[in-house]
């Protein structure tokens, strides 16, 4: 079974709307940490926000918003007033911190998100 | 502060060369991932160091791929002899050693295309 799903291979959103890309995990790992990565076309992989399993609270980074539901097993990425340079692959992953898998990170397949003027 | 540095960033070489990826991870991080990224299977984590020892390497693909670590700021991965199914993004990323979060920082990866 797939640890993490992204189910929107693409999207395709006008500039300055708000977009939510999905991301469902899952875990039997108490502890464990959601990541949203961004790559744009020139390749790189840039880290843009984190939710720990335990955070009370939704984690924000500028315009970045994690929906993170729990009981769900939903960790969505908010962006709001979407941008040109939005545009890129975006990757939902996660990390089980006690047990379980590596330390290092399980990815999805990624959304590719197209922001259009 | 320097981020993951690799290179090359961009490699073109024959089926059965010897192919060396280099990488250098955030100074006073503790682990060091490689991953390689391609269309068909996306992201995939090949190998793991903690401190310089390998931890995990269940995602090395076969007997001609090789990682070491020799000091906390120096990582190879090898790839002898190459072939073309190795064509991919090679990802390079560390982190520091704490409960929790821990953000995993990428490289900008070195595409190898082996012809």
């Known amino acids: 079974a797939q640890k993490i799903t992204q189910t929107q291979p693409g999207m395709f959103v006008q500039e300055k709307e708000a977009v939510t890309l999905d991301c469902t995990y899952d875990?039997?790992?108490?502890?464990?940490?959601l990541f949203w990565y961004k790559q744009p076309s020139s390749g790189e992989m840039i880290f843009l926000i984190y939710q720990g399993s335990y955070d009370q609270q939704n984690a924000t980074e500028g315009r970045y918003s994690l929906n993170f539901q729990k009981a769900r097993k939903s960790a969505n990425l908010v962006i709001s007033a979407s941008q040109l340079g939005d545009s890129a692959m975006y990757f939902c992953?996660?990390?089980?911190?006690?047990?379980?898998?590596?330390?290092?990170?399980?990815f999805g397949k990624g959304t590719h998100l197209i922001i259009q003027p | 502060d320097a981020g993951v540095i690799q290179s090359p960033r961009h490699e073109v070489t024959e089926m059965g060369q010897e192919v060396t990826l280099r990488c250098k991870p955030i100074?006073?991080?503790?682990?060091l991932f490689w991953y390689r990224q391609t269309m068909m299977r996306g992201l995939e984590l090949l190998i793991y160091?903690?401190?310089?020892?390998?931890?995990?390497d269940s995602g090395m693909p076969e007997d001609r791929f090789s990682a070491k670590m020799p000091n906390a700021s120096f990582s190879t991965l090898k790839i002898q002899p190459s072939e073309p199914r190795d064509s991919a993004v090679y990802f390079c990323?560390?982190?520091?050693?704490?409960?929790?979060?821990?953000?995993?920082?990428f490289g900008e990866g070195s595409w190898l295309t082996v012809v």
């Open positions: 990323a560390s982190r520091k050693k704490r409960v929790g979060g821990n953000t995993i920082y």
């Open positions: 992953a996660m990390r089980e911190v006690t047990g379980g898998g590596a330390d290092g990170l399980t």
């Open positions: 100074s006073g991080h503790d682990y």
């Open positions: 160091f903690n401190n310089n020892v390998p931890i995990d």
């Open positions: 875990t039997s790992d108490p502890s464990y940490g």
